[in-house]
């Protein structure tokens, strides 16, 4: 069974970058996609971009489009979203996710 474990996050202040792990554990992995999403108290999970696992062409949330990379390193089996000029309104708990199950959540806090 696989397992997605995630690293990174944390507070930064607004301006700031951040790095998170998206890692796949146990049996062999090979998603068609991965994607990250985040999610606010009371709000649903919105989408912040993919990566197509095999080609490593990304996409993106128009909100994040270009403060925000997602790449991946798939003999390792993890994916990354490193983030740039971050603000306020991208605090959040972010989750990696390949469309049927998730990782446990990082939460990231950007102080204005």
């Known amino acids: 069974q696989v397992q997605l474990v995630q690293s990174g996050g944390g507070l930064v202040q607004a301006g700031g970058s951040l790095r998170l792990s998206c890692v796949a554990s146990?049996?062999?992995?090979?998603?068609?996609?991965m994607a990250w999403f985040r999610q606010v108290p009371g709000k649903e999970r919105s989408f912040v971009g993919l990566?197509?696992?095999?080609?490593?062409?990304?996409y993106y949330a128009n909100s994040v489009k270009g403060r925000f990379t997602i790449s991946r390193h798939a003999a390792n089996n993890t994916m990354f979203l490193q983030m740039h000029s971050l603000k306020p309104e991208d605090t959040a708990v972010y989750y990696c996710?390949?469309?049927?199950?998730w990782g446990q959540g990082s939460q990231v806090t950007v102080s204005s």
């Open positions: 996710t390949p469309d049927s199950f």
């Open positions: 146990g049996r062999a992995f090979r998603p068609s996609n």
């Open positions: 990566i197509n696992w095999s080609t490593g062409t990304a």
